[in-house]
């Protein structure tokens, strides 16, 4: 079939259907073999995610150098078209991976590349890819570590073959291990692909074979039938149709770094590094009354809604503090909050870096993780005060609630639910893996980023620990209250979730002595 394959490409004639014609009924027990870039994604570059690698392994200078070498690159591809060459690739290798901690970089594809791979599937391979249920395998010129989570997590991959790294000493050398086959191009992906499918029971050849260009004709024609997935655009496949929702990721950068993105990123990093430090400066500094108005002046913009309680002193003499229950977005969720309320509110948090306290413009307490002790902290703040609290624990970047802690609801029933939510335009302003010190500088170097402060209604009587409710059921309803309140999804996730899927840890910071 090979010769065919290559006697209909001297026609000029493509060999294959395009996968629109694939019928994807009946294929349960039939195994199929796909392409990464250009057929399971939609973009055929992989620059994106070796700059991804690159900023999260090695930051700003590293992925400056990738954008340096991605011209030569571009120049090697363009200059030898061959599906059997490999120098782009191995030049995109160099740049992203030389130096770098391979724990690192199995840290950035296990956190960070997931959510920017998911939100490039192609919809036409993936219901062919989807269909056949006995086996499926992925063939990749990309480094098999960077990919292979994703594709084993949420794309449902049985067996992933890809370049191979050289490391030496848990650091990667820059360069693709050629005692495993160099790059995965051109006749590679099809010894790969003869080698899985050596010991497979239900036979010696996939059903279905998956491409988009030249480069792999050589497995396809191994394949019983095989699909071309042309270059036409095709809108993503909507990530709530894979079969695992990404709730949970990391990394610093909020879109997809195509080389023109990366070369803004890399541009404004200075500019918007000097521009948080002013930002954080005049939040620290000001007077509380006026940092509402100082942020404004400044590009942030803080947007209220709802009605805020008065002040203490306007309440009725005796009555303890205000508890509010915030959606936590990032740890500056209680500084908004004061922000909005014209006057500074004390927060209680369970980690915060030195760094962040002391920059902090408003009281910062650390809970314990015992309840006991954590429950007499609280009644001590709210005697003293009104006092913000986030239940969820941690944060989450995708519109999902996390489960609420009920401990707020057992000690007051003066509490008001207030819904946060940010937008940011190039950086996250949270991280699972990275220094949180860091935090707050990322948020406020966006370019011009926006705290959305919605305050709800004080809870009702009859719908507190006090009118008979247990505090599983208030914290329950709080939750519903805010995710419908921001068309939001609520979990029953925790923190130790969240940790355990970005860091491989519970997420607990031991005391230090």
Partial sequence: MEAAVEAVVAAGVEPFPTVDKCDASGRASHAVAADLDGTLLRSRSAFPYYALVAFEAGGVPRLLLLLLLYPVAAALRFLAPSSESSCAERVLVFAATAGARVRDIES?????????????????????????????????????????????????????AGTELATWRGRATGFVDARKGGVLVGRRKAEALREIFAGDDGGDKPDVGLGDSRSDYAFMSMCKEAYIVPRAPVDPLPMDQLPRPIIFHDGRLVRRPTPLAALLVVLWFPVGFA??????????????????????????????????????????????????????????????????????????TYSLSRLSEFLSPIRTVRLTRDRRSDAAMIRELLAEGDLAICPEGTTCREPFLLRFSALFAELTDEVVPVAMENRMGMFHGTTARGWKGMDPFYFFMNPSPAYVVTFLSKLPAELTCGGGKTSHEVANYIQRLIAATLSYECTSLTRKDKYRALAGNDGVVAPKS
């Fill in 108 to 160: 950035a594809a296990r956190a960070v590349l997931p959510r920017f791979y998911a939100a490039d599937v192609h919809p036409g391979a993936w219901r062919a890819f989807s269909a056949c249920a006995r086996r499926r395998v992925v063939l990749t010129s990309t480094p098999r570590v960077m990919a292979e989570p994703f594709l084993r997590e949420c794309l449902g991959a049985d067996d992933v």
């Fill in 275 to 348: 521009l948080a430090c002013l930002r954080i400066a005049a939040g620290a500094l000001l007077p509380m009354p006026l940092v509402y108005y100082a942020f404004w002046a400044l590009g942030v913009r803080v947007l209220v809604r709802g009605a805020p309680p008065p002040p203490r002193a306007e309440r009725a003499t005796g009555r303890r503090g205000v508890l509010f229950a915030c959606s936590h977005r990032t740890l500056l969720d209680p500084i908004f909050l004061s922000a909005a309320l014209g006057r500074p509110v004390a927060a209680v």
